[in-house]
């Protein structure tokens, strides 16, 4: 008799998770709905969604789904809204920003969003006040530091990097992220010397907070474990304890020097000398957040497609030869400067053809909604993750006809659809749609145009780019096209090339650039520091301190 009871209350249950399940399978596959693909309930698309290159997978449902420019889907109870056309992503990003600006919450970080005050990470905050002041003071920063000191960064660091690459040209991977990490090292702290640590720390953050990082950021619950049986969040707190010690230490000595009036020109001064007294950033714990924040968000950002450049180079050696062309015939011999940036637009349409061709963010940075919305007749409920899909945007055949080739020449010349003119002045990188939409939007483009110029046409000054061949048995090594990591911004896995100096005297050139540069910026710093000694560079009369919150 018990077991006939058992059985029946067992049947009843069983029924009743059968029509729960039908019916929110219904609910979450409206056909009257967005599009997209069949979701199961609870747990959504999670199951056939990869976390390798995944902007493959929403590409794949792009084709099928997107034909409205979106479409939805699931993943863990998490609503996401995949745009897939330009056109809804200003809808959406832009003419609706006011409530289309929030980040989600990422899983494996503590409070990546700073609802709680951490206020550490710009790029992933919501949209709050912290985000608000922090946007305004790296926007400030970055426009101000367009004078001539960021740009004799970039020239410094490629002819440090041109010498690298012909003494040591098989570690040219490492030497590339060390450029750009130098460069923002400079820029930050004034000390380029630090970029070996500071790229390992981006490199801790972006793994963390990318989907292809810690499980836990897929599989969220996970990230609720108790703390002796969770080891994601004992690492993390690992990580981010290092990495925010580092940042206020940076700022530490910065301030110390600042003090001794030793400190030469750079963002941190910057903020105690100035900044510090008219801004709302709270105190020395975010300043050196912020700060360190923005030296790290330039690291693979500009290596990606710097690594893609070289790709494309030895895939299309026609290319290079056209803009080693260019380039000798506009700068007659010398290395060329931003100032000649006007009279190379085949440097600059192979080079946004390389951020459109290899982009190196290819899902696009997630936004998430702050209110209840109707868009072309579809509700999309408040909290829902909108993901502008750069891959498919990059390979829209009716804006970019041919889109899996390389093909600079839609840039460059009439008849195609993305031509303009004048020359002088496209095709330029700013505004592309990889750097984001409304609110949002990259706050680096015009340093990466800039640094992208610099270190592109510095190679191409120097190097003939080619394909390297085994010492044993002399066949040509492959330079794969598709082969990178899975991280939120991307870089091709590592491969081997040879970089050929173009002559004996521009090897012997490019050394002797490096070495004067180098003895004049030793001889700079050393005058900087003396005439400091001799009172003849004021001190500064104030710096902020915790003290002062
Ligand atoms: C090829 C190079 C780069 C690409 C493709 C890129 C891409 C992006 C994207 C997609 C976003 C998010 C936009 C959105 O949410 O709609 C973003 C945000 C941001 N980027 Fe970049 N970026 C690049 C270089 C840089 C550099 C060099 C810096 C600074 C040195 C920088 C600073 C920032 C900052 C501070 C944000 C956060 C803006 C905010 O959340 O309000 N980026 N970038």
Not at 239 to 247: C, F, I, L, V
């Amino acid at each position: 008799m018990q077991l006939v009871t058992i059985g029946l209350l067992a049947a009843i249950l069983l029924g009743f998770a059968i029509v729960h399940f039908v019916k929110v399978f219904r609910e979450i596959n409206d056909p009257n709905g967005l599009p997209g693909p069949t979701q199961i309930p609870y747990i959504g698309r999670i199951h056939d969604l990869p976390t390798d290159f995944m902007w493959l997978k929403f590409k794949e449902w792009a084709d099928k789904y997107g034909s409205a420019g979106l479409y939805r889907t699931e993943m863990l109870g998490a609503k996401f809204i995949i745009i897939t056309d330009e056109k809804v992503a200003e809808d959406l990003l832009i003419k609706r920003a006011k409530y289309n600006s929030d980040r989600p919450v990422i899983r494996s970080l503590f409070d990546s969003k700073s609802s709680h005050g951490s206020m550490e990470y710009l790029p992933l905050m919501g949209r709050n006040q912290y985000w608000a002041r922090q946007r305004r003071l790296t926007h400030a920063y970055i426009t101000e530091a367009t004078n001539a000191r960021y740009h004799g960064a970039m020239y410094f660091e490629a002819k440090r990097w041109l010498a690298r690459l012909i003494n040591d040209p098989d570690n040219f991977q490492a030497s590339l992220e060390d450029m750009a990490s130098k460069v923002m090292c400079q820029l930050t702290w004034d000390d380029p010397s630090l970029s070996e640590y500071c790229t390992k720390s981006a490199w801790g953050l972006l793994r963390q907070m990318s989907p292809a990082g810690p499980i836990t950021n897929v599989l969220t619950p996970l990230w609720h474990l108790p703390w002796h049986l969770n080891p994601w969040k004992r690492a993390e707190r690992k990580r981010h304890d290092e990495q925010q010690a580092w940042w206020m230490d940076r700022f530490l000595a910065v301030r110390e020097k600042t003090g001794y009036g030793e400190m030469r020109p750079c963002w941190t001064r910057q903020f105690l000398e100035k900044t510090s007294l008219k801004t709302s950033i709270s105190g020395d714990c975010e300043a050196s957040s912020v700060i360190g924040m923005l030296a790290l968000v330039g690291i693979f950002t500009v290596a990606g497609p710097l690594s893609y450049w070289l790709v494309s180079m030895v895939h299309h050696p026609e290319w290079q030869a056209a803009v080693q062309k260019e380039i000798d015939e506009v700068c007659e011999g010398r290395l060329p400067t931003l100032e000649d940036s006007p009279r190379l637009p085949i440097l600059r349409a192979c080079i946004k053809e390389t951020m459109r061709w290899k982009p190196n963010v290819p899902t696009g940075v997630a936004h998430e909604t702050e209110v209840d919305d109707v868009y072309d007749g579809h509700f999309i409920p408040k909290g829902t993750r909108i993901l502008p899909l750069d891959w498919a945007f990059l390979r829209n055949p009716d804006k970019y006809p041919d889109p899996e080739n390389f093909r600079p020449e839609r840039w460059l010349e009439p008849g195609w659809p993305t031509f303009q003119e004048p020359l002088t002045r496209y095709p330029t990188i700013k505004g592309m749609s990889s750097f984001g939409w409304g609110q949002r939007q990259c706050l680096g483009m015009a340093l990466t145009q800039d640094e992208l110029m610099v270190a592109c046409g510095s190679l191409a000054w120097c190097f003939n780019l080619g394909r390297k061949r085994d010492p044993v048995t002399g066949v040509e090594l492959p330079v794969p096209l598709d082969k990178s990591n899975s991280l939120l911004i991307i870089k091709p896995d590592p491969f081997q090339m040879a970089f050929e100096p173009r002559s004996e005297n521009r090897r012997r050139e490019a050394l002797q650039m490096w070495e004067e540069a180098d003895a004049n910026d030793r001889q700079t710093r050393a005058e900087f520091i003396q005439a400091a000694r001799q009172g003849k560079i004021p001190p500064i009369n104030r710096v902020n301190s915790c003290a002062d919150l």
